[in-house]
C-alpha cells in the first residue's frame, strides 16, 4: 500500500496523559498536513510541513501541541496533558508541491478519545 | 468564522438522477476550490478540483460549476450511483498551489437505490 499511513488508528487516553500520533506520507511527497475533524465538521488545518521545515502553525494549534518532520519523512504529532476538548479524528495529508496539482491525499486518520 | 459553508447537511437522491451539492464561500482571495469524498473509517478522497479562472470542470460523472461574482460553486453528479453515497466536503485554498484547505462542513449524500 502507496498511500498515507497513520498510527494508530484508535487511541482513548485518560486526561492529563500525553499522546504521540505517527504520519508515513506518500514517499515522493515533499509536503505533509496535518488537520483535525471534529464530529459534524470539516477537517480544520493544524500546521504543514514542506519537507523537514513546518512552515504554518494554526492559532488551533496550542502549545500543548507539538509536530515534527525529521529529514523530511515520516511526522509526528505530540498531545501533552489532553483535555477533553482535543477529542477528534486528527488527518495527516501529503502532496507533491508543483503547480500542476493542488490534490492532498488523506491517510485513514487516528480518532483520539479523551476520557 | 465559516468562510466556506455547506449549508445543506444531508441529500437523498434516486439511483440514476442527479445529485446536486451546494457550497459557498465568503472569501473573495479563494482561487482554487475542491471537492473531497469521505466514506465512514476512512480519510478523504479527493474528487475533481476547479481553478477561479474557469467556471466549469468536468469528469467523467462529476461536473463542478463555479459562480465567482456570486461566491457558489456545486457538484453535479449524473447519474447518481449507489457507491456515491458518502460525505461530501467543499474546501477552497488561498493560491494555487498551496495545499492548506479551508473545508466546508459536509454533506452528506444518500443515493437510494
Known sequence: DTGVSQDPRHKITKRGQN??????????????????QTLGQGPEFL???????????????????????????????????????????????????????????FGQGTRLTVV | DQQVKQNSPSLSVQEGRISILNCDYTNSMFDYFLWYKKYPAEGPTFL???????????DGRFTVFLNKSAKHLSLHIVP?????????????????????????TGTRLTIIP
Open chain 1, 19 to 36: 499522546v504521540t500520533f505517527r504520519c508515513d506520507p506518500i514517499s515522493e511527497h515533499n509536503r505533509l498536513y496535518w488537520y483535525r
Open chain 1, 47 to 105: 500546521t504543514y510541513f514542506q519537507n523537514e521545515a513546518q512552515l504554518e502553525k494554526s492559532r488551533l494549534l496550542s502549545d500543548r501541541f507539538s509536530a515534527e518532520r525529521p529529514k523530511g519523512s515520516f511526522s509526528t504529532l505530540e498531545i501533552q496533558r489532553t483535555e477533553q476538548g482535543d477529542s477528534a479524528m486528527y488527518l495527516c495529508a501529503s502532496s507533491f508541491n508543483w503547480r500542476g496539482t493542488v490534490e492532498a491525499f
Open chain 2, 80 to 104: 447518481s450511483q449507489p457507491g456515491d453515497s458518502a460525505v461530501y466536503f467543499c474546501a477552497a485554498t488561498l493560491n494555487f498551489g498551496n495545499e492548506k484547505l479551508t473545508f466546508g
Open chain 2, 48 to 58: 475533481i478540483s476547479i481553478s477561479s479562472i474557469k467556471d466549469k470542470n468536468e
